[in-house]
């Protein structure tokens, strides 16, 4: 494939989805070019998680296309996807609960994109992923013992022993503290100096205000605009989609 | 953990040892043979249907697989006329492809859901042997099957088709083998990726587990040992016949056992048959000829209870160090 | 043309019959979510008490009928105090638990009354002609249709009708909802066993009547009670009805057209058919 500059990462074609009629994507564009950390922004029921769900093969979308590093990854299943490098974070953490938090890693690293580590050196892998991810101290926890936000950072940690070029984080900022944010943005930060690309979706805007080069703001399942952090969210469409002032157009419908 | 490995791994081999050399310190007997070779044959059972729970897949269907491959032996035996040792893994293959119907058009059943349609699918095999009758001699089943045949090895006559003794040790081996089988469902890398489908099927398949396909191979070589179970069953007793083979008994059992033993220990589909059946058959039996049985349900809503983790967990559980 | 009219009457007879097998599972499950495999089991149980009665007291086998109401609403609420105790993953635990108590209840009925086939036998068989078409119903098929499609209707009547009825369907809709509007979940739940255990008790004597009892033919009847249930949706009595004259009349025409020995496989069939094809079906629709 001929190098491009920006490369682009992964690239949502025209994407549509509906569940029981409901029209949840509707024509969704977006690109995310490597090595950039972008950010989605948008209120409850605007779409982002069905979106991750479609590219991470949860769920097949209507219509539409997506490309990774140029390659139609269209309705492949997970496993398919995290092979070639796609991993994600779940909002509602997704753990083995009975295993510890080591174990979680192995799988991840067993299973995951490889090179497949040498049995021997899994484990040390694996402990220097919960060291990245502030966890080394709780390896031998069972993981369905752990607290929220410590089943947070199992949850990146088990992404990123998958060795993915793309991580997907999906509102792992929710329900933290200012300074647990803090610490999220420099992990995210962090996590792009060792190569990777990210696309975070984010409720309460915090974390991709302060971690985006380039956030997309998304509103009933379309995309409203897309640009720096900064000009987004002054977009007077976004805004109103926060605010609820969004003027119903041609339906009369109430909006709280 | 590791040590929790060994100390298993001793406990089994010490455990073969001990069924192999009991009969050196006690003496013999044929009655002491028949019940702990069937105390074998069904810890085979139990390891053949833990190893498809080892997914997550709760079966109350394994008679099909039992049944399929006693009919297969027994057919193939009977219009054949090959020898048993032929027929039995021939026959086994029947309820392996069973299974592959199961893995197609189960697929997307879980939990409950896949119980109760493992449930209902005995019931296909059964009435069609059942009404087939001109192949399969329907609901009177087949008499005198071969046994197994006797085996001349350096010099040495073992005649498994009469002696209880021999067939003993058959079975004994049997479950050494079908040992060394489940250990490798726990704890190689396909056992690791059995256990992360079964705790959490979507980081499963977002860790790179081909979850399906993983299932599957569960779901084959269980339905594959569990036909074997049913096609060495033919030659042994020697007859068979629909309501026998294709029992809620035989769905049961191996249940029972596993759940009772601990469905994720090495040890526990095991010690559940090793525990049971000769309490079954030595202490229920002569007092409630018909209706022992019953004890397998009790034991069932028990386990659920009061050890629901099954008994070769619950003793191997740290304990604090003041019992409550 | 005869023949079918008369396989179509036996049918819708049967069937109402099998619709009261499945109201009672169809109850405990909607209000309970407990998953009862022992259902037949419980059924059979009860045919075997009416038998005894009937052969020991000499009566009439519909005075059978009273005492088996009595007696399996009683066996019902032990269940539900051991269903109760059952920790999470709750739906497939009590379906394991009561896989234990059919197991139990079967060696327990092939102790207490062998293995034979057991049948209440009427002295007589009266005959009555259905007005209108060539056909005969017996007696007992008459009856059958009649206790039957009285239970539903008075099952339909209850939820329908009373302020219990509209506590049973809303924990049937939507259990988290009903606790928060005040709803005593647990006291609805055994209310639900103990008019399962009703519904049980009355289907016990007719089986007794039409079908012969065995120890272990109670996993055909629970299999009936799950593929009209599934069919139906938990808490449609009208649903049920359907589902049960649907079933009836199927086995009825696999039995005169393949013969007698395949009418088993049908309920087995459509309900392997309705998990796989279409598993949402057991799922409540929202917002009815």
Known sequence: MAPETPACCLEVKRVSKSFQGRRVLADVSLTVFDGEILGL????????????NIITGLVRPDAGTILFHGEDITGWP?????????????????????MTALENVLISLWFGKGPRAAPQDAPQQARELLELVGLAHKEAVVSRDLNLIDQRRLEIA??????PHLLLLDEIAAGLSPAAVKAAVELVQRLRQHGLTLFITDHYLNLTLLASDRVVAMDQGQIITSGPAREVIRHPEVASAYLGTREAAGGGEAVL | MLSKIKL????????VVGLAVWPLVFGEADFYYQIFGMACFYGVLAIAWNIYALSGAISLGHAAFFGLGAY??????????????????????????????????????????LGLATL????????????????????????????????????????????????YYLLLLFLALAGLIHYSSLFSRWGWALRAIRENETAAVMAGVDIFRRRFEALILSSYLTGLCGALYAHLIGLIEPAL????????????????????????PVLGALILYPLDQLVLQPRLPTGHEAVYGLVLIMTIFFFPKGVATWLLKPRPAVWK | MEIYAQILVSGFSLGSFYALIALGFSLIFGVTRAFNLAHGELIILSGYLAYAFWKFSGLSPYWSIPVCLLVMPGAALLLNLLVRRLKAPFELNSLVVTFGLALFLQNSMLFLFSADYRLIQPETVHFFQVPGLPVNLTENQLMLLLLSLAATAAVHGVLHGTFLGKALRAAIQDRQAALLAGINVGRIGMIAFALGGMLIGLAGPLYAQTMYLHPAAGLEATLLAIVITIFAGVGSTRGILAGGWLLGVAESLAAFV?????????SALLLISLLVFRPQGIVLKSGT
Not at chain 2, 141 to 159: H, K, M, N, R, T
């Open chain 1, 41 to 52: 922004i948008g209120p409850n029921g605007a779409g982002k998680t069905t979106l991750f």
């Open chain 1, 78 to 98: 997970p496993q398919r996807l995290c092979h070639a490098g796609i991993a994600r974070a779940f909002q509602i953490p997704q753990p083995f609960p009975e």
């Open chain 1, 158 to 163: 088990r992404a990123l022993a998958t060795r």
């Open chain 2, 8 to 15: 298993t791994a001793i406990t089994a081999v010490a455990a």
């Open chain 2, 72 to 113: 297969g032996s027994a057919l193939l035996c009977h219009y054949g006329q090959w020898s048993p040792v032929i027929t039995i893994p021939l026959g086994a293959a029947t309820g392996a492809a069973f299974g592959v119907l199961w893995g197609v058009f189960f697929r997307n059943l879980r939990g409950v859901y």
């Open chain 2, 120 to 167: 209902a699918s005995v019931e296909i095999p059964k009435v069609i042997i059942d009404n087939w009758g001109s192949v399969t001699f329907g609901s009177l089943g087949i008499v005198g099957i071969a046994s197994l045949p006797d085996l001349s090895l350096f010099g040495l006559e073992i005649p498994f088709g009469h002696s209880l003794k021999a067939q």
């Open chain 2, 245 to 268: 083979v294709f029992n809620l008994h035989i769905s049961a059992l191996p249940l029972v056992l596993s759940i009772f033993g601990g469905r994720f220990a090495l040890l526990g």
């Open chain 3, 258 to 266: 393949l013969g007698a020995g395949w009418r088993e496989l049908v």
